[in-house]
């Protein structure tokens, strides 16, 4: 498992999650990747290796959008490649997401979803996550994402963004771990504290199930069945 990040907020996303994935290098990693809501759609950028690297191919793209999320990946189901390295995305791009951990049941949901139609770009375990998420949008992103996680098994942290919801990353893990928070301009998520801990100090620890909305505003959480939660505050 390796690093997640995300941002929501008033300033350009990209600069502050390779900020992050940076700050999550010492964990290794194979490939490091972000997604980040432009004015025409989800703009996606993966390079094998180095953060140092995605950084350099980031600054070619020019990204001036303020949502946006980020990861660093230790392969474990398909090699270390651009191809295979997060962020993955749904059939009509609009869907994007990133994820720590194992999706156990991906062959069975792989082939379903192929029967369904959905054509896959990687050899991910990862991706039967965002062609789910497709499947069940219907314009509420954390619903989708509700209605995907009840069909994995396995450990998983996810950041999920949706071209159609500016300024939104719905966040969720089981046996991951996953930190949000809001400082002075926006909300963070990290499968790290080290990557909130300038933004702020005050944190809230997801538990597993557990959902959170993170916009430029603030969070909002939510449990497992939808109703909507006030979670302890912890200072670190
Ligand atoms: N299982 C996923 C993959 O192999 C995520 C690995 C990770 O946590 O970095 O792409």
Redesign the pocket.
Known sequence: ??GIVGYAGTKAAAPLLVDGLAKLEYRGYDSAGIAVQEAGGLQVVRRLGKVASLAHSAEHFDLKGTCGIGHT??????RPSET?A?PHVSCDGKIALV????IENFTELREELEAAGHVFASE???EVVAHLVEEAYDGDLLAAVRQATQRLSGAYGLAVVCADEPGHIVVTRKDSPIIVGHGADGSYVASDAIAVIEATRDVVVLADEQFAVLEPGGITFFDAAGKEIAPEITHI
Not at 73 to 78: D, E, F, K, V
Not at 99 to 102: F, L, T, V
């Open positions: 498992m390796c990946r230790w392969a474990t189901h398909g295979n997060h994820h720590n951990g194992i991910t375990d990862t």
